[in-house]
């Protein structure tokens, strides 16, 4: 579909963003002025592999004269069941289709970006990707190397930054169920280029431009290296997350930087971590038993030269976890984490168990490595919980992992004052790079 000529001027305004984001002396992607490629036969597509903080892919559609972008963590399927969270990114500009390269660390965006695919396509019924986007739903028809047929992306939660989508293969008789593209596939069809390298050091970002919502505490310095911490520049650290993909954000209505930020599922693809939470919030008497346990999960991950960084959950519980490199699949953190559970179950015979029946744990803690598995859900660091005074998903230093901990202290309230004074007790787990011994 050609832009029309009222889109071809507001694509200018749509890449503000874009541009205000890069400093094009320092990273080799265009400028919003670089001559566009002209497709031969219909809008373009392209889908950069991106190893960024997280390896994720991004789908670009010309749309209104920009390259309108999701990031999809799992990259698309040729499987219709498989839908896949794609998270609406900034518009780029039409020279970006082209684009190939290192994106330099401390830049927006650091890390390789391959250009994984590219094509033409268009809408079902054609010509109407504008109006479609707009609604929220798209049907396309993607023709390209590797992605061959229909494709719906809806959208599943309000418009607005990182608005959510679902992209998932239409059942058009192109589906191919079992067809692993991005693993058949990991090349770029430009230089063939395979492998990929992520950003050398969480360096500072470059905070997003945009005023963010006026920040609680504008005058306190903050001792976290200078970097903006926002509720918006926290997302941004841990968004691609290392593990779960974001599943929802929403806006507390009116609150300015409140949100409520809910994560869902493991990816094995990305740096992924274990982790260890009670199945349900232990009762105050039980805390104790728990803050035992997770100190002993503790020095059995050290004496196995891993470390972990504790959290905790929001409500009661605590969460442990072990950052891991890129290439770990479920099925070996799941044994692992099953490994230490059983060991740890030997070492405190009365206070855990790995028992699955719940008359034989006999009033025990269960300890349920069935959590590190496909499909789970995870509580992610600086999640609000909803329950009074709104507590936070908050990382702790081990020192504070003691019988006087009182995890439900931390809340909206007070975890900015926190994140001044001790800075993000999470970044090293952001590190990643750690790899479970074979069990
Ligand atoms: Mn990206």
Known sequence: MAPSRRSKTSARARLKTYRARRDFSLTSEPAPEVPAPRGAGGPLFVVH??????????LRLEIDGVLVSWAIPKGPSYDPADKRLAVQTGDHPLAYATFEGRIPDGAYGAGDSLLWEEGT????????????RARGRLHVVLRGHKLEGGWHLIRTSPMGKKAQWLCFKAKDGTERPGYDV?????ESVKSGQRATRGPARRT???????????PVRASRPSRAKGSARTPEALLGEVWPPM????????ATAGAGWRFEVKYAAASPCGRAMGMISPRASPPSSRFDDLIQLATSLRRHLEALGLTSVPKTSGKRGLHVLVPLAPGHTYARAGAFAHKAFEALAAEHPRLATVERSKERRGGRLYLDAGQNAWGKTVVAPYSLRALPHAPVSTPLAW????????????TLDNVRRRLDEVGDLFAPALAGGQTLPSV
Do not use: C, I, M, W
């Open 121 to 132: 396509f268009d809408t079902v019924p054609p010509g109407h990707a504008s109006e479609q």
């Open 49 to 58: 592999k991106h190893d960024a903080t997280r390896l994720h892919y991004d």
């Open 182 to 186: 991005t693993g058949e596939h990991p």
């Open 204 to 214: 500072r970002r470059t905070a997003a431009p945009r005023a963010p919502a006026k």
């Open 399 to 410: 020192s504070e992992v003691t019988p006087k901990l009182n995890p439900t202290r931390f």
């Open 243 to 250: 593990l779960a993909t974001l599943a929802q954000v929403e």
